[in-house]
């Protein structure tokens, strides 16, 4: 009499119905990358409109921050390693954030491809226009870098080591401030939800401290837009000259 051949339990096992997936391609995953960039992006913003300010105490005052960037670590490091180190930590956490941003938008738009029947309640005004606005954010990044970092879109003559002056020559011209300030009026909204967004990714968040975050997200995002937006008044009114 023959032996029934014996099942292989391994080879019988039902694949899981949900098979583990790695960080970066669940929805989590894409969440804390975009938050911890933004927050390495907002730590920026706050030290460079720190800087931006010096430009109020005169030419020598803020032609000297924007050469001590480039020789900042000497001796250890060489000239502008450092301000090229930094150059390259943030150019990887905007691609970052963009790219995280990107997929999940279209994840999102792929899990509901028709209309909702009834309309949920509206966003806050932040909340709707933080994807046109990181659009705005990202065409300003290339116009700024052209116009006072590399020259090409200044107007007049740029000044390499001169910045106080290619400064006032930029806000100089009335195309200059609206596009400056129009950004800026972006930032603010884009920093005030971002913020917010990546407390509750990164388990900040709590009803207890939800009155305490939503106060400092607001203050942050209206200091940093008042502090961008002084100098381009600064010097539309004749404070900076």
């Given at each position: ?18 098979p583990s997936r790695g ?219």
């Open positions: 009499m023959a032996l029934a051949p014996t099942r292989d339990r391994t080879a019988a096992r039902p694949p899981s119905p949900t960080f970066w391609s669940s929805t989590l995953g894409k969440k804390t990358v975009m938050a911890v960039s933004g927050l390495v992006m907002l730590g920026y913003l706050v030290a460079h409109v720190a800087g931006n300010l010096k430009v109020f105490f005169g030419p020598e005052e803020f032609n000297g921050y924007a050469h001590w960037l480039r020789v900042v670590g000497a001796p250890v490091l060489h000239h502008e390693w450092a301000l090229w180190l930094v150059r390259i930590v943030l150019l990887a956490a905007v691609v970052a954030h963009a790219v995280s941003a990107y997929q999940l938008s279209r994840r999102d738009l792929k899990a509901r491809p028709t209309a909702y029947v009834h309309r949920r309640r509206r966003a806050s005004y932040a909340t709707r226009t933080m994807r046109w606005g990181g659009v705005i954010l990202a065409l300003f990044i290339v116009w700024h870098i052209l116009d006072l970092t590399t020259g090409t879109l200044h107007p007049g003559g740029f000044e390499e080591g001169r910045p106080y002056q290619n400064v006032v020559d930029t806000f100089s011209t009335w195309y200059g401030n609206v596009v400056y300030i129009v950004a800026m009026l972006a930032l603010g909204l884009h920093v005030r939800h971002g913020f917010w967004s990546a407390a509750q990714t990164l388990g900040v968040g709590s009803a207890r401290r939800e009155r305490l975050l939503k106060a400092l997200t607001n203050i942050l995002a209206l200091v940093l837009t008042a502090g961008f937006v002084s100098v381009p008044v600064a010097v539309m009114t004749g404070v900076v000259s």
